[in-house]
Structures are given as structure tokens and as C-alpha cells.
């Protein structure tokens, strides 16, 4: 980092977050609208409490168990990812044999390997995407509609992170399964996704590296039972009503704590 950021700022790993992508930008990984994308999530994040809550664990269970069930599973990588957790990404395709691929909105040749180099030299052995995105999403006119047919094409189950709405809507159509992480529960892509992990992306990858090595073992009708039992609404249910009570609990407290000059 740039600068040294003292561990007891109560801010902390916040400011870390920032530098790391203020690091990727100038190393070509993030664009400017990705910065802006990154404040907006940061602010859900304060809602929820800078932490991963339970629904947020809930959808990171049955995501793991769908990358494991799923033949042609497959990450995708935009540039805030390969800034923020590149390390994380190449765990995660290890453990649940998923392969990685670059897709990105405001595309350029060099800006796809240079993300493609920085997953590399974190022990990424193949990175799709650079050189063979010559399929195409149906429905979809942004760059991102363009895609290896060795990866998110023929993929059946998708991960996408600090994602467009757009693309999840039409991969969905598409008939796959899309996980999505996403600090915002009522964007279009969290509505839109068959699984929302509503929770920052330096902490959702990270975990689902974790789960899905403890659950490689698991027998697969255990796996089909989690996904069974899973329900998107409910999750996305449970966030807000999880933001619903902070709120209330923050509001009572600032009442208790903070008063006017003269007041008892």
C-alpha cells in the first residue's frame, strides 16, 4: 500500500479495501466507474454491519454445494475482483474445479490480460476470456455479452461478483444457474440471481474457499438437499429485515446517546 494505515483506525480494513483498489486502478485492473461502484456497495455494507450476517452464510452454503454439483462451473472476474481478492478466486475454482474467466463491461484488450496476468501470478493455471471470447450472450449488448464457449457459454452454474443486472437477466435466460455476490439485496442483480450472497466480496470469496474445501466431502445427496431447501426471496427477506432491525437498534440508540444542549 501507498500508505500505512495504523491498525486501531477504527476504519481499518475499510481504508485497506480503498487502497487495494486505488492500487488496481492504477495497475490497469479497475476503471473509474468501478471505484464509484465500490463507494455505492460500501454503504450497504455499513448497513448490514461491515460483517457476514447469517442469510449471507445461508446463500454461501448452497452456493458451494451448486459449484460442486455443477459439471461446467465456471467464475467470472471483472477488475474490482482481480484487485480486491485475486488470491481468493484461484482458491475457490481449486476447490470446487471451476474455471475462470475474464468478463468485463468497459472492456480493452490490455485491460482483460493485464486482470488475466494478475490472476496468473496468483497460481491461476488457465484464465478464459483473453483470447477466446468470441461467443456471444443472447439478449445482451454491452461487452459483456462477449464469452469463451469453453467457459461462462457453456457454463451451468455462474459466479458473478460486483456484477450488472443485465448480464444476470440473461444468463439466467440462458437456464443457469447464476450466484451472485452483491452488498445491495434489492439491485437488479440480486433479484435476478438464483443465489445472493448479500456481503463484501473480501469477505464472501474467501469463505466460500473455506466452505467449499470442508464440503468437498460431503456426499451429494447432501449437497441436493441444501439446494433443495434454499429460497432466494427468504434470504433476500432476511437481509432487509436484518437491515430493518439494525436501523431501529442504531435509531434507539442515537436517541439514548446523542442529545441536544440542555437536555436532561
Known sequence: MRIEIPRTHPRYESLVIRERLVEGFEKGLAVPQGLIAHGRGECFDYLIGEKTIEPALKAMKAAVAALLLARHPVISVNGNVAALVPDGVVKLAR???????????????????????????HGADEVLGVDDAVATIPELFSERRRVSPRGIYVADVVLVAIEDGDRTEALRKMGKTVIAIDLNPISRTSLAASITIVDNVTRAIPKLAELAESAKTEPRGNLEEILRNYDNSEVLSEVLNHINRRLGELSEKIRREVRSPGEP
Not at 474455471?99 to 501470478?121: P, T, W
Open 95 to 121: 476447490a470446487v474445479g471451476a474455471k475462470i474467466e475474464v468478463n468485463l463491461f468497459y472492456r480493452s484488450e490490455e485491460r482483460v490480460r493485464k486482470i488475466a496476468e494478475e490472476l496468473r501470478s
